[in-house]
């Protein structure tokens, strides 16, 4: 056990230093009229804001100036609750309640405790200072769509300006991305561009023509370029809207992306103090029904709520936490977002996920795609058309279990209902490597419709030979007479009781007839030999034999479909004839038939097939992966279609590397729902907080998911030591298979950026601090410790106190290349309490390394060399930590020093644990001290 007294001088510094920040959090707290005047961090609703500094007024510059994100609010939750595990005075505890009420009242917009835990979404970013002009026009169902899209402005030289005044407020301009010739995919300033082809129709799978942005000059008079610098201030009101573009050859009109901050009067809009904002492409108010959380926020937010619990008993905490944990269950199922294709209110494009397209029969034959006020794909031709489209790179996992969803509508140019066919390639790898196809003829309407189909009711559409299988579909018959054709859906068929699509002729009297073709496979003539189907009274199968005598077979009645074998021994020479002669007695059939007909023996007698000659296999296979979609429309007089969500449901899990476990960057939900998009972007080890799996309401419900997402912690350090040869940090991201992951690196490897560029060092120190806190809750919990976690702890904390104390400082930011640097300047205050709280954490958990002790004491000296003592009584900085501390600015709340919300957190949490490693032994339950 630890003898050390907690009087000693560095717990009393470190209880200083909690003390002084929390009245330099005091001083910060205020009502904030000008950003640019009034420092602020805290608004008197409690709310910690983004940055206490001013930073821009132009989303040109970078994000708002005042936003308030979730993550910040959540750590500073936790560093409360910590303060007081660790000196149990009352005042740290009613801080960490006020901050928790404050996230419900904002972040939840109101959202009441439920009695129980269930899915709610929170909102991640919320407007914390003073009210400020929105971007303008706003979407109010869809803010990502907000602002002026493919307005065309005149270009002389790669300058255009925008029209001042009513429509397009040129003098209020804010931001601006591009122009382009062709059309935006979806809705947004930041869309990609699709070009349009010479007949005026959009080609979905080639790019458009974009010029870049290269500088602008805002409502502020700011000549403002695309690296987020100001060139140039005082331009006059006549300059202000003007836009020069990166390649000086545009001239002409030219369509272009662009939004203003308009004032009240003119129809703009004020963003209220503590309001839901959305911020990227455009800074928009939004509706309640478009909140998006963060991932890591959700997961900081569980522990918090944990901690309150832990610390009070009382029940809605514990209704938050597990309110928390659901909804990270629900990030965790990665596939469940994914769709082949989906109704959509922003996009433009039919084609939103993966790698999708379309194509028709024949290929002279042009649809034209739109959406329609729904969101629904629409496809459109004139013409007799067989068009499909198709999705190759959406890769769910499953077995014969699953189900296909798809909503759809379609109607040919005379009122029919045209047929709808769906295939699918199935195979073992995510790749056209061992592929099988499977076809099912699905039913139809003129409205929008559901349809839930099994897989097992797809079939193979080949023999392992390669021979076509012949099931019925829209152009495998016709009829005469009254008959009545259409494609409908079977159930209950064969000896093992299968569903899919067959062929229903209704034939009222007995001089109607039906024909089976078989003009659409590779062969035209078919040995018949075998039928599988159902009538409801017996009907005559007519062939015509090698000589030109027609023969029937006599199909009895049936309760449902079944297969009934065609011997040639068993023909009966037919009364109608177009030869002439004596009738042969036995029939020559070895050619084969073009055709068969069905001859009603009774008046109304409904007939339908499903197969002839051999019945197709059905999907069984126990894991195979979607590695192609298709859903084809058959019509004969022009189509009129509808597609909305096609998707698999209940299909199998662990599809990615190390899922389910981890959690990915985004977790988007559609207007007014709680299901996500289909973009899922990189995991990073950062947004891991393992921490969510330790505690379970069922042995062995997230054991899974825990060793899932410490193998990736793990991994990612070994990647980096494999890479550039130092064992303690990760990688920086992982880049899964799948669609939105591969255009940033190779499928199923480490990288070291974000999206292309140099990755926020925070996340190095988050994932750390992180781990730890997960071991140290599976040691209170008596639970087994996976071996990766606590060498992943351990890895850390060796290369932290060499690479500490050869530089006098712990690591501040690594380069793209994976250098680590150590810069007085570059000081990071929250990385330097995730470090410290990490490292206490890992003690308590029982780690036993020697240098351990060294690196804590050497942690909070850290932490202490940039605590501002400024020597002025009442000076706005004292208490805060920080490298910037801008004292030529001021000292009072004009003073301009630089420091981030989330950064408060995350010391006090360092070094409230600091506090209780000073005071309890190694395993020790702090939540009982």
């Known amino acids: 056990m630890r003898s050390t007294m907690s009087t000693n001088g560095y717990y009393q510094n470190a209880l200083q230093m909690i003390k002084g920040h929390e009245h330099f959090l005091i001083n910060a707290t205020g009502l904030t009229e000008d950003a640019e005047l009034q420092h602020y961090l805290i608004n008197p609703d409690e709310i910690i804001a983004n940055a206490l500094h001013f930073s821009n007024k132009s989303a040109m510059q970078g994000y708002p100036n005042g936003a308030a994100y979730s993550e910040a609010q959540s750590i500073q939750i936790l560093g409360y609750a910590y303060c007081y595990l660790a000196t149990k005075e009352q005042y740290w505890l009613d801080r960490a309640i006020t901050m928790f009420d404050g996230y419900m009242n904002w972040f939840y917009f109101g959202q009441n405790i439920p009695a129980e835990p269930q899915n709610m979404i929170a909102h991640w970013a919320i407007n914390g200072k003073e009210p400020f002009l929105s971007h303008y026009p706003i979407d109010w169902i869809s803010p990502s769509a907000s602002g002026f899209l493919g307005i065309s402005l005149n270009y002389v030289n790669g300058i255009a300006k925008i029209p001042h005044d009513s429509p397009y407020f040129g003098q209020y301009l804010d931001k601006a991305t591009y122009a382009f010739i062709g059309h935006l995919a979806w809705q947004s300033l930041v869309a990609e561009v699709r070009h349009i082809d010479a007949t005026g129709v959009v080609d979905w799978n080639t790019a458009g023509t974009q010029y870049d942005v290269d500088w602008i000059i805002n409502w502020q008079g700011y000549k403002i370029n695309s690296d987020k610098q100001v060139v140039s201030t005082g331009h006059s009101d006549a300059e202000k809207g003007t836009i020069c573009l990166k390649n000086s050859s545009v001239n002409g009109e030219i369509k272009t992306n662009f939004t203003c901050r308009v004032p009240v009067e003119h129809g703009g809009y004020l963003i209220k103090r503590n309001e839901l904002i959305f911020q990227e492409p455009c800074e928009v108010p939004i509706a309640n029904g478009n909140a998006q959380q963060a991932s890591d926020a959700e997961e900081w937010f569980a522990d918090a709520a944990y901690l309150l619990y832990k610390i009070t008993g009382e029940d809605k905490y514990r209704i938050m936490w597990k309110t928390a944990i659901k909804v990270c269950n629900d990030y965790a199922d990665i596939d469940l977002t994914d769709k082949f294709f989906r109704q959509d209110l922003t996009a433009n494009t039919p084609f939103t996920d993966g790698t999708s397209y379309g194509y028709s029969y024949p290929n002279t034959v042009s649809v034209t795609y739109g959406r329609d006020a729904n969101g629904y794909i629409t496809i459109a031709s004139d013409v007799a058309v067989q068009h499909t489209i198709e999705q190759k790179a959406v890769w769910w996992k499953v077995d014969n279990t699953a189900n296909i969803v798809l909503n759809y509508a379609c109607v040919d140019s005379d009122g029919n209902i045209p047929t709808v066919t769906c295939t699918f390639k199935l195979g073992p790898n995510k790749n056209e490597e061992g592929v099988t196809e499977y076809s099912a003829t699905l039913p139809s309407s003129a409205s929008m419709t559901t349809y839930n189909v099994k897989l097992s009711s797809f079939v193979k559409t080949t023999t392992a030979s390669g ?246 912690l793990y991994d990612s350090q070994i990647a980096y030591y494999n890479w550039y040869g130092e064992l303690g940090p990760g990688m920086a991201a992982y880049v899964w298979n799948r669609w939105d992951n591969t255009p940033y690196g190779a499928a199923d490897s480490w990288i070291f950026k974000h999206w292309h560029a140099h990755a926020w060092q925070g996340y190095q120190a988050r994932a750390f601090s992180s781990a730890a806190r997960a071991w140290y809750e599976l040691v209170l919990q008596n639970k087994e410790v996976p071996i990766n976690l606590i060498k992943y702890v351990e890895n850390w904390l060796q290369w932290l106190y060499t690479t500490s104390k050869a530089n006098g400082m712990t690591v501040t930011d690594w380069d793209v290349n994976g250098v680590p640097k150590f810069s007085y300047y570059g000081f990071q205050p929250d990385m330097a309490g995730l470090w410290l709280s990490g490292a206490c954490l890992a003690y308590f958990a029982g780690c036993k390394l020697e240098t351990l002790p060294n690196f804590i004491e050497m942690s909070a000296g850290f932490i202490q060399n940039f605590y501002q ?61």
């Not at 009781?497 to 007839?513: E, K, L, Y």
């Not at 009603?600 to 979609?629: G, H, K, R």
């Not at 909305?644 to 190390?658: E, F, M, W």
């Not at 959690?663 to 995991?683: D, K, M, Q």
């Open 467 to 712: 021979i076509e299988y012949i099931t019925g579909k829209s152009n495998a018959h016709s009829s005469y007479g009254n008959t009545i054709k259409s494609v409908t859906w079977g159930e209950g068929m064969l000896h093992d009781n299968r569903a899919g699509g067959i062929c229903q002729a209704v034939m009222p009297a007995t001089s109607d007839g039906y024909i089976i073709g078989f003009w659409g496979l590779k062969t035209t003539k078919v040995l018949v030999n075998s039928i599988s189907y159902s009538t409801t009274a017996a009907v005559k199968l007519r062939i015509t034999d090698d000589d030109g005598w027609n023969w029937y077979w006599t199909l009895p009645a049936t309760t449902k479909v079944v297969t009934h074998a065609l011997a040639i021994s068993d023909l009966t020479i037919d009364s109608y004839q177009t030869n002439t002669g004596t009738k042969p007695t036995v029939a020559n059939y070895t050619l084969g038939s073009t055709q068969l007909v069905i001859l009603p023996m009774t008046a109304n007698t409904t007939f339908q097939w499903y197969c002839i000659n051999d019945v197709p296999e059905t999907f069984s296979d126990n894991v195979a992966y979607t590695v192609l979609f298709g859903l084809k429309f058959t019509s004969a007089t022009g189509l009129t279609a509808k597609v909305g969500d096609c998707y698999i449901s209940n299909y199998l899990g662990a599809n990615l590397a190390y899922t389910p476990g981890i959690i990915p960057y985004a977790n988007n939900t559609s207007v007014n729902s709680t299901v996500y998009n289909g973009w899922r972007g990189l995991p990073f080890p950062g947004y891991m907080h393992p921490f969510i799996w330790t505690i379970e309401d069922t042995a062995g419900e997230y054991e899974t998911k825990l060793n899932n997402m410490v193998d990736f």
């Open 869 to 929: 003592s400024t020597g002025i009584g009442g000076h706005h900085m004292n208490g805060c930590i920080t490298a910037v501390p801008r004292l030529n600015t001021g000292s009072g709340v004009e003073n301009n020093g630089m420091f981030y919300g989330f950064y408060s957190g995350e010391l006090l949490k360092g070094l409230a644990l600091y506090l209780l490693y000073k005071t309890l032994p190694a395993k020790a339950d702090m939540y009982k001290k």
